[in-house]
């Protein structure tokens, strides 16, 4: 089966299901061992070795500041195919719980409202159709801004 660009990974991240293409997902894995990374942004758990690379790995519920995820059975980590301008690479997101792959067509995406989601509207690209209900397709270079996540977390009195 070949994926087209009106499809997309649905998942549960907290009580909430959210979107993001398809093709961007490179690959779903189940959670494995975290190794921690001192004094990164609270949201980046570490890095872990998938088939013999080392992704990092973010809490996307915590990324959202809506907490941290519990680890359960059904949690799993996501690949994503990051790229920016500088670079390409693999990073890891916890979430709680894979549903499916969905086609969401044009005439059933709606673009983001300005405010009255519980995340923030910068980490969402559209909403999409889904079971006569609007869910969030994220935008992934949002959440997964290079920038953001190396960012050194500043130790108390020290500049």
């Not at 973010?58 to 949690?75: A, N, P, V």
């Not at 059933?108 to 980490?123: E, Q, R, V």
Request: aromatic share 8%; proline share 3%.
């Amino acid at each position: 089966m070949s994926i087209k660009n009106d499809q997309y990974l649905l998942f549960l991240v907290g009580e909430d299901t959210y979107g993001v293409e398809a093709l961007k997902a490179q690959e779903i894995v189940s959670y494995e061992n975290i190794t921690k990374i001192p004094m990164m942004n609270r949201y980046v758990n570490g890095i872990t070795n998938i088939r013999g690379s080392i992704v990092p790995v973010i809490d996307l519920l915590d990324r959202f500041g809506l907490g941290e995820s519990t680890i359960s059975e059904k949690t799993s980590i996501v690949v994503i195919n990051y790229e920016n301008e500088h670079e390409s690479t693999q990073i890891g997101v916890i979430i709680d719980e894979v549903f499916e792959v969905e086609t969401i067509t044009g005439k059933d995406i709606k673009p983001k409202a300005a405010f009255g989601s519980k995340i923030s509207t910068k980490f969402i690209s559209q909403m999409g159709k889904y079971r006569d209900n609007y869910i969030p397709l994220l935008d992934v270079n949002a959440i997964l801004d290079y920038a953001d996540l190396s960012e050194l977390v500043q130790l108390k009195g020290t500049k």
